[in-house]
C-alpha cells in the first residue's frame, strides 16, 4: 500500500508514522519522571528536582512539536475543499473544550461558549475544522493564567460563520504581531508561560485559508487576546 503512493502522500505517511511512534517512548519517559519527582523511588535534592523538571520541560516541547507535525501530516493528508459536507461546528469546539478539560479545571479557567442556533455547512472536512479550533482553543487556555477566562462566540449569515475565541491571558507582545502565523515562531512571553512548538498557528492558517476562510487577531502584551475565524458556510 505505502508503496503504491505518490511521492507526497509517502511523505505525508512518513512523518504521521515518525509522529506517532515517537509520541510512545516519551510518555513512558515522562511517567517515569514524573515518578521520580513524586520521591516514588526514595527523596530528592532540590537540585535533582530541578533537573527533573528541566527534562520535563524539554518532554513536553517534544510532545508539543510531534502532535502538532501529526496535525499538519493529517491536514495535508485530507481532501481540502470538500464542499458540501456537514460540519457540526458546535460539536467540533465542545470535543475541543473537552479535550482542555483538565487545564481548565486545574487553573480554574471559566469558560462561555455561546452555542450557535443553525449549523452550517462548511466548505472544509469536518478533520481540519477540528484542527483550527483544537488549536485556538488549546492556545487561549494554555496561555491563560489561572482564574482567567475563556469566551467562545459564533455569528453566522449567509455567506460566514465567524468564530471568535477570546481570552484573559498573557498576550502578544506588539513586537510579534507581524511573526505570530510564521513557522516555529513563539512569541517573547510564551515560553515562560507554557512549552509549544510555534507551529500551531502557522497550520491553523493555511487550513483556513485554504478553505476558503480568514483568520485574524486582536492582542495586547498582558491583556488576553482574540482570535477570530471565518469560513464560508454553504
Ligand atoms: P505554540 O505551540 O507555541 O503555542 P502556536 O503556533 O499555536 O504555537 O502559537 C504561536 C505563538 O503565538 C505562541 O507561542 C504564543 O507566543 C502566541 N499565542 C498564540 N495564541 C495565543 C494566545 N491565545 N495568547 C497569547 N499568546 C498566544
Same mark, same amino acid.
Given at each position: 500500500?505505502f $508503496? *503504491?503512493?505518490?511521492k ?14 515517537? @509520541?510512545?517512548? =516519551?510518555?513512558s519517559?515522562r ?20 533537573? !527533573?523538571?528541566?527534562? =520535563? ?17 493529517? *491536514? ?5 475543499n #470538500?464542499? %458540501? ?8 469546539? /465542545? ?21 450557535? #442556533?443553525v =449549523?452550517? +455547512?462548511? @466548505? ?9 479550533? /483544537? ?24 455567506k460566514?460563520?465567524?468564530v ?6 498573557? %498576550?502578544?507582545? &506588539?513586537? &510579534? ?5 510564521? +513557522?516555529?515562531? @513563539? ?6 508561560? *507554557?512549552?509549544g ?8 492558517? /493555511? !487550513?483556513?485559508?485554504?478553505?476558503g ?10 491583556? %488576553?487576546?482574540? $482570535?477570530?475565524v471565518t469560513?464560508?458556510? @454553504?
Amino acid at each position: 500500500m505505502f $508503496f *503504491a503512493k505518490k511521492k507526497e502522500e509517502k511523505e505525508v505517511d512518513l512523518v504521521a508514522m515518525a509522529a506517532h511512534q515517537l @509520541r510512545r517512548p =516519551l510518555s513512558s519517559t515522562r511517567l517515569s519522571l514524573e515518578m521520580l519527582m513524586k520521591g516514588d523511588f526514595g527523596p530528592l535534592q532540590p537540585e535533582q528536582k530541578d533537573i !527533573i523538571e528541566k527534562i =520535563l520541560k524539554q518532554n513536553a516541547t517534544l510532545m508539543c512539536l510531534i502532535n502538532d507535525l501529526l496535525q499538519m501530516a493529517q *491536514a495535508e493528508a485530507s481532501p481540502k475543499n #470538500q464542499t %458540501g459536507e456537514y460540519v457540526d461546528v458546535m460539536s467540533i469546539i /465542545n470535543a475541543a473544550l473537552t479535550l482542555n478539560y483538565e487545564e481548565i479545571n486545574r487553573k480554574k479557567i471559566s469558560v462561555d461558549f455561546n452555542r450557535p #442556533q443553525v =449549523l452550517p +455547512r462548511l @466548505r472544509l472536512k469536518k478533520e481540519a475544522v477540528a484542527i483550527i479550533f /483544537n488549536n485556538l482553543i488549546d492556545n487561549a487556555v494554555k496561555y491563560t493564567l489561572p482564574g482567567g477566562w475563556v469566551k467562545i462566540s459564533t455569528a453566522l449569515n449567509a455567506k460566514n460563520i465567524e468564530v471568535k475565541i477570546q481570552d484573559s491571558g498573557i %498576550g502578544i507582545p &506588539d513586537e &510579534d504581531h507581524q511573526k505570530i502565523f510564521g +513557522r516555529f515562531f @513563539r512569541a517573547r512571553n510564551a515560553n515562560t508561560a *507554557a512549552p509549544g512548538s510555534g507551529l500551531g498557528l502557522f497550520i491553523t492558517k /493555511n !487550513i483556513v485559508e485554504s478553505g476558503g476562510g480568514k483568520i485574524s487577531f486582536d492582542s495586547k502584551e498582558g491583556s %488576553g487576546s482574540t $482570535f477570530s475565524v471565518t469560513l464560508p458556510a @454553504r
